[in-house]
């Protein structure tokens, strides 16, 4: 049994050790363990929309920190590079603009759109030069509807983390969401990144903390599904409005579905709702600190601020209430291990297991 082992059997199982939250070593080591190897968004397509275009980004700052940047190029591909010169390693692009080519400003250095070498001044003498390790490392990129991901290793291919939530929304024009700046928002949450996760996933407390979700989802009909490196909570309606219009071919046909609630390891959360998609992703900050970005597409304008997706703002503060006192009571002498219930915290046993499989 390894350090964070926990029992397959949800029934007699442990929660992982509060090691996990306390230790910085941990904190540490879970960049490479598990951050590198997963998937992670990074934007959409239209942050490059026409031929030339190039948006830098940090993926994960402040944690992670790598500089990426995305180009689009004239055969119209967008490309996720690594932002950093073959050369002396400095930022090449420093802010979205539109160019026919990639320049490092310090030496000259230039790149193809798609990251390949193209030329270097004064190195006319320099010997078996050059070689693919002078061109700016691609990595993959995945694209659903216009949304973009990425990952450091490509370890784990997309679709064992996505599969199954493209299959079930099948029927959804992702394409025709659009994002909204002015209902996105930013927060910050005193707790370790893996605990704000933890509480999204079950339901259990809704009934205990979130009082108007309560009168909107039915408690008795919330069910969750586990796949391999995802899950899903269906958010059943008590009543017949504010919920999805479903055609007969989706699984869901005849459902009162007021919420498809999809998470995907380690820290990104899709919440769909009739009027379009929150995405909720979780970035470490520190080991009792996290940024949580809530990022708005909206597909119906006219459904914003109805049903289960209304007071989105509200039910943040009430969970960053409640994880942020779990923050300060993991770190008791008294605390090292929970249990859980069978019937409402699959999410959370099945998110532990994970977290122990890639730690060890």
């Not at 363990?33 to 992670?40: G, L, R, Y």
């Not at 950093?84 to 310090?106: A, D, E, F």
């Not at 007969?248 to 459902?255: F, L, M, Q, V």
Request: with cysteine; charged share 25%; glycine share 6%.
């Amino acid at each position: 049994m390894g350090r964070f082992s926990v029992d397959e059997k949800i029934a007699r199982a442990k929660t992982i050790s509060t090691d996990f939250y306390k230790s910085e070593r941990v904190f540490e080591e879970s960049k490479e363990k598990i951050f590198a190897h997963a998937w992670q968004f990074i934007g959409d397509r239209n942050l490059v929309k026409e031929q030339g275009q190039c948006h830098p980004l940090t993926l994960l700052e402040k944690y992670i920190d790598e500089p990426l940047v995305l180009t689009r190029d004239k055969e119209n591909a967008i490309h996720c590079l690594s932002n950093v010169c073959t050369h002396r390693g400095t930022i090449v692009v420093n802010g979205p603009c539109k160019i026919s080519k990639l320049r490092c400003r310090y030496h000259g250095r230039n790149f193809h759109l798609n990251g390949k070498f193209l030329s270097m001044p004064e190195f006319s003498d320099v010997e078996n030069f050059p070689t693919p390790e002078d061109d700016l490392k691609e990595l993959s990129l995945f694209n659903w509807g216009n949304l973009l991901f990425t990952s450091l290793s490509n370890k784990i291919p997309q679709n064992e983390f996505f599969n199954e939530m493209i299959t079930r929304l099948n029927w959804l024009p992702l394409d025709e969401f659009v994002y909204r700046g002015d209902l996105s928002r930013e927060y910050t949450v005193n707790s370790h990144w893996a605990l704000y996760c933890e509480n999204y996933l079950e339901g259990f407390h809704i009934p205990f903390v979130h009082a108007s979700l309560n009168t909107i989802i039915d408690f008795g009909n919330y069910a969750t599904e586990l796949y391999r490196y995802s899950n899903l909570q269906l958010g059943i309606a008590r009543h017949d409005d504010d919920t999805f219009d479903l055609p007969e071919s989706s699984i869901d046909y005849g459902k009162k579905v007021a919420a498809y609630y999809f998470w995907v390891f380690p820290n990104m959360m899709f919440n769909f709702y009739p009027w379009g998609l929150s995405i909720n992703h979780i970035q470490p900050v520190s080991i009792d600190k996290s940024r949580v970005a809530f990022i708005t597409y909206v597909w119906k304008e006219e459904k914003l601020n109805t049903g289960a997706g209304s007071g989105l703002d509200r039910v943040e503060r009430e969970d960053e209430e409640v994880v942020e006192a779990v923050q300060r009571g993991i770190r008791s002498r008294f605390y090292d291990h929970g249990r859980y219930s069978p019937a409402r915290e699959q999410g959370t046993h099945h998110f532990h297991r994970l977290l122990a499989e890639f730690m060890e």
